[in-house]
């Protein structure tokens, strides 16, 4: 499962969790699947991407997380931009 992330100590980073491992409540948000993985998303960062498009990205580094990428050298980052005026309106009439 994935996790964006929001606190102080891993910065914006979306984060990979083995299923279960990460105890979600009802301030967590589903937003999709990556590779059959859940997305999940805190409802207060939800709020500040909600006009935005993320796209989760990996590139070579370590990050300092507990994501299960980073054994591996790898480290998992958010692109993002903002949505259209036609995006908004249409994701509004969803």
Not at 11 to 20: A, N
Not at 26 to 32: A, E, V, Y
Not at 61 to 82: M, T
Request: proline share 3%; glycine share 8%.
């Amino acid at each position: 499962m994935f996790h964006q992330s929001g606190g102080c100590c891993d910065g914006s980073s979306p984060m990979c969790f083995p299923k279960g491992d990460l105890m979600l409540d009802n301030s967590d948000i589903l937003l999709g699947e990556i590779a059959n993985c859940e997305f999940y998303i805190s409802k207060d960062q939800f709020e500040y991407w909600k006009h935005t498009q993320l796209t989760v990205d990996i590139t070579e580094g370590r990050d300092s997380s507990f994501s299960l990428e980073i054994p591996l050298g790898l480290r998992f980052i958010i692109k993002s931009r903002l949505y259209t005026e036609e995006e908004q309106r249409q994701l509004k009439s969803i």
